[in-house]
């Protein structure tokens, strides 16, 4: 019984570089949520989505950053040239949608960038 | 907007001990639920207990309670007979609307549990 799954755990960049991080929601769940950690803060929101469609896209940067949840296989988060600020604990949630709102983390990806 | 406030940055308790953790909210839509979420140190959210804006009673895991106060718009958590490994970083967060929706979470409280 799987949770949700992301990969990878750690994630070292040089400015510039491009970032993809994955998530895997856990079986049964269609609804897909992607959060940021700054260090010593709480979880901001970025993204909501569902298989093959953007929900909800208000927290999300407006440049470099893109999510997709295609038809098969994983979430993907794309931070392009990244920059240092960019550092930051990445938690992908998933949840049932109709039926159960709860929203089950995965461990998250730290990205530290050079 | 919606807005979580943690006001205890940290924490301590003994063993064995209860602790309340403070949360207050601030939202205009009826509906809304409220959540806590555990984060030990090594970084995984635990998603700990629920609480819809419309349930009647208090929610319980274990021993982790809701005290849920609509009036006062606080949604306490509470844990009984804390152990030290109940030590970590607790986020309360909340959904507002229809369900499927961001959570917004506090800033957190950091809890350490003493032997």
């Known amino acids: 019984n799987a949770g949700v799954m992301q990969n990878p755990r750690h994630l070292v960049r040089r400015r510039g570089q491009e970032a993809r991080l994955r998530c895997s929601p856990m079986?049964?769940?269609?609804?897909v949520y992607w959060y940021r950690q700054l260090p010593e803060e709480g979880l901001k929101f970025m993204v909501y989505?569902?298989?093959?469609?953007?929900?909800?896209e208000s927290g999300m940067p407006k440049e470099r950053f893109s999510a997709e949840f295609p038809k098969e296989g994983p979430s993907i988060l794309r931070i392009q040239q990244v920059v240092r600020g960019d550092s930051a604990a990445y938690f992908c949630a998933s949840s049932p949608g109709l039926g159960g709102e709860t929203q089950y983390f995965g461990p998250g990806t730290r990205l530290l960038v050079l | 907007a919606q807005k979580i406030t943690q006001t205890q940055p940290g924490m301590f308790v003994q063993e064995k001990e209860a602790v309340t953790l403070d949360c207050t909210y601030d939202t205009s839509d009826p509906s809304y639920g409220l959540f806590w979420y555990k984060q030990p140190s090594s970084g995984e959210m635990i998603f700990l207990i629920y609480?819809?804006?419309?349930?009647?009673q208090n929610a319980t895991e274990g021993r982790y309670s809701l005290n849920f106060q609509k009036a006062r718009k606080s949604a306490n958590l509470v844990i009984s007979a804390s152990q030290l490994g109940d030590s970590a970083m607790y986020f309360c967060?909340?959904?507002?609307?229809?369900?499927?929706?961001?959570?917004?979470f506090g800033s957190g409280t950091q809890l350490t549990v003493l032997p």
């Open positions: 989505l569902q298989k093959e469609n953007i929900i909800d």
């Open positions: 609480q819809g804006s419309y349930d009647q």
């Open positions: 967060a909340m959904r507002v609307g229809g369900s499927a929706r961001q959570l917004t």
């Open positions: 079986k049964g769940h269609s609804h």
